[in-house]
């Protein structure tokens, strides 16, 4: 077994809740082990079929179409309102608007600062941000969203894409989801969940650049064969070649 039922047995028991209950352990063990092998199961294999979604996206599609994806994938399954993607852009040293579901690119401000924001916040901790009520909380600033969509909480979470070649940075931005509940308590497996989808998007990136690369040397050996090929012919090689 992957979990130590008797171990969660006793820890369930100690719980407040728990204690009055008039329960025996066998109860208790039972339950657990119905969890593990039967709630458990289905629940992770929801899980790793979308991810399986998020990292078979199309690597053709560029960039803030990828994200704009996966964040239509995760804002199903984490049954949230909407989503939204923000890049770091270190020549602005703003947070920059980068794909979102549904697709508002049109009504988003292009940049937001990097200080005093959520999605700075998130950029500069690598930790995700919980807001359980987007207008008290300081660092949300477009507080108009709240009434214009009817959301009021929020789950902020990283998002790293590493660099493929020498010469690029490490992309760094934040995806937000929203939620229409007021006072909204986030719990700790949603948040795993959602970290856990938003670090595959890595991996689809890198397939991307693995193919854009391939296509870029299938160029280079086109060409340099053509050059060959010409050189070869009694004409030699014309400068239109």
């Not at 508002?104 to 600062?113: A, S």
């Not at 790293?160 to 497996?189: N, S």
């Not at 949603?190 to 690369?213: D, H, N, P, W, Y």
Request: hydrophobic residues 40%.
């Amino acid at each position: 077994m992957l979990i130590n039922l008797e171990n969660l047995v006793k820890k369930i028991q100690n719980e407040p809740w728990a204690q009055d209950a008039s329960l025996g352990s066998d109860f208790w063990f039972h339950l657990m082990q119905w969890i593990e092998q039967d709630v458990m199961c289905d629940f992770l294999e929801q899980v790793i079929a979308q991810v399986d979604e998020i990292v078979n996206i199309n690597p053709d599609l560029n960039e803030p179409q990828i994200l704009e994806n996966a964040t239509r994938l995760m804002v199903e399954f984490l049954g949230a309102h909407s989503g939204s993607v923000r890049i770091y852009d270190p020549q602005t040293e703003q947070m920059l608007s980068y794909g979102s579901y549904p697709s508002k690119e049109d009504t988003r401000e292009r940049y937001i600062p990097l200080e005093g924001s959520i999605a700075g916040k998130v950029v500069e901790t690598r930790r995700p941000c919980l807001v359980p009520d987007m207008l008290d909380e300081e660092l949300y600033l477009n507080k108009e969203i709240v009434y214009i969509k009817g959301v009021h909480s929020l789950m902020a979470i990283p998002i790293e894409i590493p660099r493929f070649f020498p010469r690029e940075r490490d992309a760094v931005g934040v995806i937000q989801f929203y939620y229409e509940a007021k006072g909204r308590i986030f719990t700790l497996l949603e948040v795993q969940v959602a970290t856990l989808m938003a670090k595959r998007l890595s991996a689809v990136i890198a397939r991307k650049k693995v193919f854009s690369m391939q296509r870029v040397n299938e160029k280079k050996e086109a060409i340099v064969g053509h050059i060959f090929r010409t050189l070869g012919t009694p004409g030699g090689i014309k400068i239109k070649d």
